[in-house]
């Protein structure tokens, strides 16, 4: 998306975006197609914790697949399989993991943490993954200038679960994905908070970025190059002072008993239609 390209133009800012948005994990939304909802303001990034990527992030990516490669041919059969999910609740669920702007995303993971993570119940863990959230999605960034890869929709003319976005993203290279990133950040990183919980947060991680390619803005290479990509930031992060003090802090405040988090079996549902 065009944060990871313009990012510091957007600190302190607003946007205005419509954007067609499922709830998060509502038994309900997750059976039938999100509706457009009416264009809301677009909070900027909050301000992470590392210093912006530099060229030295391309050490860590190769160039995408080639044309008329066999990775480049995997990729589109991912993308074919990925358009039969139109209309079915893993389409909802990819819809709501693609706003990631919106009041309920921390809590994209709370079934997989068995907790619900909000900002008014668990506001230091909001206010951890809000703000690693910037770091995470910049982490390709460096990588998405230097080959500006076109995005499915572009190739395949097919929609996408956020049309609205259309605009933003076909400036904005797609290689490798900012959204894995981030999914596959956070369940590191509440895998460190909850580690009884590791295999399932990393499994929903991994998942969150996966509803890119069911959105059909993404390749199934621009998922998976995105977990590299969060693998390192967590990396960095996990030698952060300023992180390792929120993450403390997130820690304490898990220690407290939390109710477990309504719609989990929807989603179950909703992840097991992945193809």
């Known amino acids: 998306m065009l944060w990871l390209t313009g990012i510091a133009e957007w600190r302190g800012a607003k946007l205005a ?160 994905s900012g959204h894995s990133a981030i999914g596959y950040g956070w369940g590191l990183i509440l895998a460190q908070l909850l580690p009884d919980r590791a295999a399932a947060l990393v499994a929903r991680g991994r998942a969150f970025g996966d509803s890119r390619r069911v959105c059909n803005v993404h390749w199934l290479s621009d998922v998976e190059e995105g977990r590299v990509t969060a693998a390192m930031t967590v990396a960095r992060l996990n030698a952060d002072a300023a992180f390792l003090a929120d993450l403390d802090a997130a820690r304490a405040e898990l220690r407290t008993p939390h109710a477990p988090p309504h719609g989990c079996d929807a989603e179950a549902s909703a992840l097991a239609l992945a193809k």
């Not at 990527?53 to 991912?78: F, H, K, N």
């Not at 910037?134 to 956020?162: H, Q, W």
């Open 17 to 176: 975006v419509a954007a067609a948005v499922a709830a998060l994990v509502g038994a309900t939304v997750l059976a039938q197609q999100p509706a457009p909802v009416a264009p809301v303001p677009l909070h900027a990034l909050a301000k992470g914790y590392l210093t912006l990527p530099t060229a030295d992030s391309l050490v860590i990516a190769p160039p995408p697949p080639a044309s008329g490669s066999a990775a480049e041919a995997r990729d589109v059969a991912a993308s074919r399989a990925a358009l039969t999910l139109r209309g079915t609740p893993r389409w909802a669920l990819a819809t709501a993991d693609a706003d990631v702007f919106g009041p309920r995303i921390t809590g994209a993971l709370s079934c997989a943490a068995q907790i619900d993570i909000s900002p008014t119940k668990t506001p230091r863990l909001d206010a951890l993954l809000h703000r690693t959230m910037t770091d995470l999605a910049l982490s390709g960034a460096v990588i998405k200038r230097t080959y500006n890869r076109p995005r499915p929709f572009m190739v395949n003319g097919e929609p996408n679960c956020t049309p609205d976005w259309e605009p933003l993203l076909r400036k904005d290279g797609s290689y490798p």
